[in-house]
């Protein structure tokens, strides 16, 4: 199978970060210092070389950039100081960009207005939402002597546009992650298949990955606190997750509960592990002292600041409720939801739930792989019997 060259194909990922790889000289270091390197993922040098070679489709067809998880070692330690870390973190973003076909992924990473357009567009639209609703049903049908906040945004209206929306997110992140698929699968062989049955064997593993990201753990105990913090981000976005998309109705109440109520505990265990987590990573990101947070770009900084703006306004909307304003109660909401709204439309496909789906499913991908050459293996070499 002829292989194509794509001489630009270094520039390209460049936009995307990691600009030193000219400096490679491929000696390999980086890989043996890698913790996670190693049985069958020979990275990063390999992908390095993919990139400096322009060998756009091996490096398309590669998971290895996605089981990297940036702890900085290879950069410390390379004596060119051509930063293999961050360019694995380019490579990501460049990935990213490559499986979304809608071309969105690509204008938002290499794009600063790109990003603040679409930020403002997608806030713009329940603002848009809520004024159409109430000029259709009268603005006097909002209570305004004392906080009832579903009269101002009717409760199953925005729980439609909530499933509405996460259809359409849900679509798109599928259909990336049905790229990235195609991609990795692809075989040399036309001829070798992989069996349905690998795949259903190995979905326990990518259940497992996807909840804990537990490869992190492998890259040292120094990187255990930034996992921990992970894990607790997660277990707060996808509570708040559960909460919004599938239980809004019971969620967004003008019910008062008592603070044993599961409404009010699960909505504040939620709230204060965003913000510890978001306030932890935006502060990473301004003291630059670890190598994840020394090259940030644009779009590295969205995420957290939008789980925090988020959390915030969630819990004035909360304080303003209780303390009985009306409009206050009303303004921060409509806030939060923009907010929200914008957050999910620049990070799906893109940012943090591009890699929280990409990092497991290669993986997930690569035991699929092991355990067909592993189950073909004995049956190539098998001796005939008569
Ligand atoms: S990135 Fe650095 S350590 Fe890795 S192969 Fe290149 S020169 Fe060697
Ligand atoms: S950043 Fe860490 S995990 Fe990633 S390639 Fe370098 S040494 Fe390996």
């Known amino acids: 199978m002829s292989t194509r060259v794509h001489p630009e194909l270094h520039r390209d990922i460049a936009r995307f970060g990691g600009d030193d790889i000219t400096k490679c000289m491929n000696c390999g270091n980086c890989t043996a210092v890698c913790s996670l390197a190693g049985d069958g993922a020979v990275f990063p040098r390999k992908t390095i070389r993919y990139m400096q070679l322009g060998l756009k489709d091996k490096l398309l067809a590669s998971p290895e950039p996605w089981l990297c998880y940036y702890c900085g070692e ?20 460049w990935l990213t960009a490559e499986y979304d076909h809608s071309g969105r992924g690509r204008r938002l990473y290499t794009s600063e207005k790109a990003v603040v357009t679409t930020i403002l567009k997608a806030a713009f639209i329940p603002l848009a939402l809520l004024l159409a609703l109430h000029a259709v049903t009268g603005f006097q049908r909002i209570v305004t002597d004392r906080v009832e906040l ?16 996460f259809a359409f997110l849900g679509y798109h992140l599928m259909m990336n992650a049905l790229h990235m698929i195609q991609h990795i699968m692809k075989p040399e062989d036309p001829e070798a298949k992989v069996p349905w049955a690998a795949y259903l064997l190995e979905l326990k593993s990518l259940a497992i990955h996807f909840i804990t990201q537990k490869r992190w753990r492998e890259c040292g105990e120094e990187h255990d606190g930034q996992w921990l913090t992970h894990l607790l981000l997660v277990s707060g976005y996808v509570i708040m997750l559960v909460l919004v998309v599938g239980m809004l109705g019971w969620f967004q109440t003008d019910n008062i509960y008592p603070v044993y109520h599961p409404q009010r505990w699960l909505g504040y265990y939620a709230t204060l592990v965003l913000i510890y987590a978001s306030a932890a990573m935006l502060i990473g990101r301004f003291r630059k002292r670890t190598q994840v ?4 770009r644009p779009t590295d900084w969205l995420f957290p600041s939008f789980i925090l703006v988020g959390a915030i306004t969630g819990i004035l909307v909360h304080a303003f409720r209780y303390a009985g304003w009306p409009w206050p109660t009303y303004g921060m ?23 929280m789906i990409y990092r497991p499913l290669a993986i997930y991908l690569m035991n699929v792989k092991k355990r067909t050459q592993n189950q073909a293996v004995p049956e190539a070499g098998a001796l005939p019997t008569n």
């Open 74 to 93: 290879c950069s410390d330690t390379c004596p060119r100081d051509a930063n293999p870390a961050e360019t694995m973190m380019a490579m990501r973003r």
């Open 150 to 165: 579903n009269t101002f945004a009717p409760v199953m209206w925005v729980w439609a546009v909530v499933l509405l929306h």
């Open 293 to 296: 947070h020394r090259f940030s």
């Open 333 to 355: 909401y409509l806030i939060h939801v923009m907010a929200m709204v914008a957050m999910l439309d620049s990070e799906v496909g893109i940012g943090k739930w591009a890699h």
